[in-house]
């Protein structure tokens, strides 16, 4: 079964500590992103990654790191920089045949 | 930068027809994706748009006109369960591989 895996569905932490979320694929796609969407808003994209050991800042990046060692994986560190984590995080892949972009389910994050 | 404009909200009768309308700017434009997201859960894909008219996939149709930089969604028959936020999401040539998004249409379904 082809598609993108995001765990735990639900993750809560202490304020002060970093937390990694975790985001696998087995579509093959080059092109893996991150989403962070609150409560009645859109999607707000925090970083992209086009290729393996290479990622850019999307538009919500402080606060945030991630790395791609490997294609299937992208990871998501919310370090205690970010101010308000509290969210639903969201990872996406794009590639061909169609170029949408696939997500997986979602991991909601609470930080008190 | 590019703008995806969207209504916040819209009410619409259960068996009745909505539109929902997304606008954006025209330069560099590619395509045109809509996703469908039930609360707490994440977007789903429904429709993509490159070329003008309208594209109908059974309850569900997508309109481009490229030239005016105007989409819309159209829902026809509806049913309780498309009760969800709609968003629109489009493709821009110096994008760098992402999509635009906008902020999506919360559609209540009334009975």
């Known amino acids: 079964d082809g598609g993108i895996t995001q765990s735990p569905k639900y993750l809560f932490r202490k304020e002060g500590q970093n937390v990694t979320l975790s985001c696998e694929q087995n579509l093959n796609h080059d092109a893996m992103y991150w989403y962070r969407q609150d409560p009645g808003q859109g999607l707000r994209l925090i970083y992209y990654?086009?290729?393996?050991?290479?990622?850019q800042k999307g538009d919500i990046a402080e606060g945030y790191s991630v790395s791609r060692e490997k294609k299937e994986s992208f990871p998501l560190t919310v370090t205690s920089a970010q101010k308000n984590p509290t969210a639903f995080y969201l990872c996406a892949t794009r590639g061909p045949p169609s170029y949408e972009q696939y997500f997986g389910p979602g991991t909601r994050l609470t930080v008190t | 930068g590019q703008n995806i404009d969207q209504p916040t909200e819209m009410t619409a009768t259960e068996g009745a027809i909505v539109q929902i309308n997304c606008t954006y700017q025209?330069?560099?434009?590619?395509?045109l994706f809509w996703y469908q997201q039930h609360a707490g859960e994440a977007p789903t894909f429904l429709s993509y748009?490159?070329l003008d008219g309208l594209e109908e996939k059974g309850r569900f149709s997508s309109f481009l006109s490229r030239s005016k930089g105007y989409s819309y969604l159209l829902l026809k028959e509806l049913q309780m369960k498309d009760s969800a936020s709609y968003l629109c999401?489009?493709?821009?040539?110096?994008?760098?591989?992402?999509?635009?998004w906008g902020a999506g249409t919360k559609l209540i379904i009334k009975p």
């Open positions: 990654s086009q290729i393996v050991n290479d990622f």
């Open positions: 025209t330069s560099g434009f590619n395509g």
């Open positions: 999401a489009a493709d821009f040539m110096d994008s760098n591989y992402q999509l635009i």
């Open positions: 748009n490159v």
